[in-house]
């Protein structure tokens, strides 16, 4: 059997929503897969900031940013931030329409001040929301949008309470950026990011399989919520976990355990990656 490429969500997927401790039993079903020759990639949307507090576990390499940054080992095999003019139109139309805004850039995000009291009043919902919401209330690497100092930015998340607020911004910046919305609780706001069409997570997993010159035939990608649509519908064999998105369930192959539930090391065992 040939090597097999392992890819894996954070949030809601390797880890509980916000958190960066995977579960013990997910730390084992990584190295015994990696002891098998199986590589093990984090695919997220976190930037690189948020996610270095993983690195330490010892992955072979990350999609990162939704596919903005992919690296092999120590190597970038790609890099591709958003001009300086479409991260000032984003910003400019987003806030002038009450859109909440954080920007992700490589090593910073930076939020809108007030999006911690807007989180507080929302309900819960999906692990998008959890996530910014640990993050805001812990202080975890996300400054005041004021600091903002002009680096280049990756993805931008979005927060509002209705479709409305970004009819505009979609006018300006669908044509280069696709609306990734979250599925939405009836009670809850709506939440999701802009992605640059130049790439995503999918893309990601190809440009790895290229690079290391493995089919996409032996891939496996494991999520939970829709930004991990393109990973799901790109690699060989995808996973959805139990706590994640009902389209997302409907679109993989097949459904483990939640998080919480040890599910990354039951569906290891399952496919024969352990």
Known sequence: ????????????????????????????????????????????????????????????????????????????????????????????????????????????????????????????????????????????????????DGRPVYKIVIMCMNWGQLDAAKEALEKDFAFCIQDVPAHGCLNGELINRAYDKGRGVLRICEHLGVPVSDTYGFGDSMNDREMIETVGTSVCMENGSRTLKELSDLVCPSVTDDGLYKAFLQLGLI
């Open 1 to 148: 059997m040939g090597k097999k490429l392992i890819f894996l969500d954070i949030d809601g997927t390797l880890v509980e929503p916000g958190s960066n401790t995977p579960p013990a039993s997910a730390l084992e079903a990584i190295r015994r897969t990696q002891e098998k020759g199986n590589l093990v990639f984090l695919c997220t949307g976190r930037n690189y900031a948020m996610l270095e507090p993983l690195l330490h576990f010892g992955f072979d390499g990350m999609v990162a940013g939704a596919g903005g940054f992919v690296t092999v080992g120590d190597e970038v095999i790609f890099d591709c931030p958003m001009t300086k003019e479409q991260t000032e139109t984003a910003i400019s139309i987003l806030h002038r329409d009450g859109v909440f805004c954080t920007l992700e850039a490589k090593d910073a995000t930076w939020g809108d001040e007030n999006l911690g009291e807007f989180l507080a009043e929302q309900g819960g919902g999906n692990s998008e929301i959890e996530r910014w919401r640990k993050a805001l209330s812990e202080s975890l690497n996300i400054l005041p949008m004021k600091e903002y």
